[in-house]
């Protein structure tokens, strides 16, 4: 996307951390460059280990190579950046992020809460309880605890924004999606409160709802699609297409371009907004 000089560094002297940044066509790995395009410093978390025992199957696959590669992709943008390891489930993980951004910035600005787990998805009746545990601690108490910490911060510093990875899933529910969908809904609320919240000390909070995105996380969506209609994965890929107004998955890219206008003074006076980022597909139920 051509833009002019003027709003490419719109967040010149700003830090930023994001959550969840880890994965090679993840949105968090995209938004994070974007927003060093546009001036920004940025902080890149993610959990950077497997997940163990039964839910193996749905283990991670960052590591902490591929998070300091994104540390050297946001420096080659002319930006410093930072890596930190952290399991957003854990507050003592997140401290310690929190204390070393400020120890190396003295500020924090942005909070993209971008780390997320697609653990809810499958069949309802056959959800195990940790499945079930597992995805709202991920997709919803991890955003809790990381603006609780960053929260006062922002306080301090006068102002704030936070871009909060909610889904069209927290807009409108589909089958076998259980897990998955309460948490992304929980999300949307939790974004509009602590925008009520939070305006008066000028903190401004938002939710990005994308669709269906071109990301290692959507290629697993299209193998468990592929799986419980016995279909092939590029079927499913183009049976989600035909849902789509434009035809088309989103690029990890073009969210980033939204996460980066949210947090951009050209969004001065938008907070509490869930923002369907999915090229007019339905939002479901």
């Not at 193996?56 to 930072?82: F, H, K, M, P, T």
């Not at 936070?162 to 809904?185: D, H």
Request: glycine fraction near 12%.
């Amino acid at each position: 996307m051509s833009q002019p000089e003027t709003f490419m560094k719109s967040l010149k002297g700003k830090v930023a951390v994001v959550t969840g940044a880890g994965r090679p066509k993840g949105i968090g790995r995209a938004s994070a460059l974007r927003l060093a395009e546009h001036g920004a410093n940025v902080v890149v978390t993610d959990i950077c280990r497997k997940y163990e025992g039964d839910l193996a199957a749905y283990g991670v696959g960052d590591d902490w190579a591929q998070l300091q590669g994104v540390v050297r992709e946001i420096e080659a943008r002319g930006s410093r950046g930072l890596a930190c390891q952290v399991d957003v489930t854990k507050r003592s993980e997140i401290a310690a992020c929190v204390d070393e951004t400020m120890a190396a910035f003295g500020r924090i600005d942005i909070l993209m809460n971008n780390a997320g787990t697609a653990v809810g998805v499958g069949p309802f009746l056959e959800m195990s309880q940790k499945q079930w545990d597992l995805s709202l601690n991920v997709n919803v108490t991890g955003m809790f605890n990381f603006c609780q910490s960053v929260i006062p911060r922002m306080i301090d510093g006068g102002a704030g924004v936070i871009v909060n990875t909610a889904s069209l899933a927290g807009l409108g529910a589909g089958e076998l999606m259980c897990g998955y969908v309460t948490s992304k809904f929980a999300v949307v609320g939790l974004t509009k409160a602590i925008a009520a919240e939070f305006g008066i000390y000028g903190i401004r909070c938002n939710a990005i709802c994308p669709g269906m995105v071109d990301t290692d996380m959507g290629d697993s969506e299209y193998e468990f699609i592929s799986q419980m209609e016995g279909i092939s994965i590029e079927e499913a890929r183009q049976r989600a297409a035909e849902k789509i107004a434009l035809r088309r998955q989103c690029k990890p890219e073009e969210v980033a371009d939204v996460v980066a206008y949210l947090c951009s003074p050209a969004a001065s006076y938008i907070t509490g907004v869930a923002m369907p980022v999915a090229g007019g597909m339905a939002q479901g139920l």
